[in-house]
């Protein structure tokens, strides 16, 4: 059994030790991360588990990115997922994106897949823009621009770019 919340600035070092493998591995880019950004599950002994990270790429597209979950195949996963998209959705977003080289996981969560990436972009590559999305395109370039251009592994990139609508309170009551 496990507790998610805000990870709280105490959480940091326990929390670059539980990335630093998949870190290793290439699985996620290293980044700065913000204890407000990231909501971790603790088991009931008071250990890291797994994390998420939502951060905005515009005011209204945030990225789901550092997800990692020591326990495969347990749905922690799933639940890291689900939070991150209830925390966009409390800070008023209305896309939320994952870039990642598993596009099934998130394609079996709801997300689609889209052909404009932000690597893409700082590579000086285009892609026609997703109609689906308007707000995306501002959103890409701004991630190519502020994050993936200064990435060294830019010229080696090839993530998928997967895209969630986030519904809110309103557009449920409504639909």
Do not use: N
């Amino acid at each position: 059994m496990h507790t998610l919340r805000t990870a709280r600035p105490a959480d940091m070092s326990a929390l670059d030790a539980l990335l630093a493998a998949p870190r290793g591995r290439g699985e996620l880019r290293p980044r700065q991360l913000r204890p407000e950004d990231v909501l971790v599950a603790e088991d009931a002994s008071g250990r890291l588990a797994g994390a998420v990270a939502v951060l905005h790429w515009t005011p209204g597209v945030a990225e789901l990115c550092s997800l990692y979950s020591d326990r495969p195949g347990t749905g922690l996963g799933s639940e890291l997922v689900a939070a991150a998209v209830d925390e966009a959705r409390a800070r008023g977003c209305a896309l939320i994106v994952a870039l990642t080289h598993r596009a099934g996981f998130f394609a079996r969560r709801g997300f689609l897949e889209v052909s404009d990436r932000p690597w893409a972009r700082a590579r000086g590559l285009t892609a026609a823009p997703d109609l689906r999305f308007p707000a995306l395109e501002a959103a890409v370039s701004a991630k190519a621009q502020g994050g993936c251009a200064a990435c060294p592994a830019l010229g080696a990139c090839r993530q998928s770019l997967l895209v969630q609508r986030i519904a809110t309170a309103h557009q449920r009551a409504c639909a």
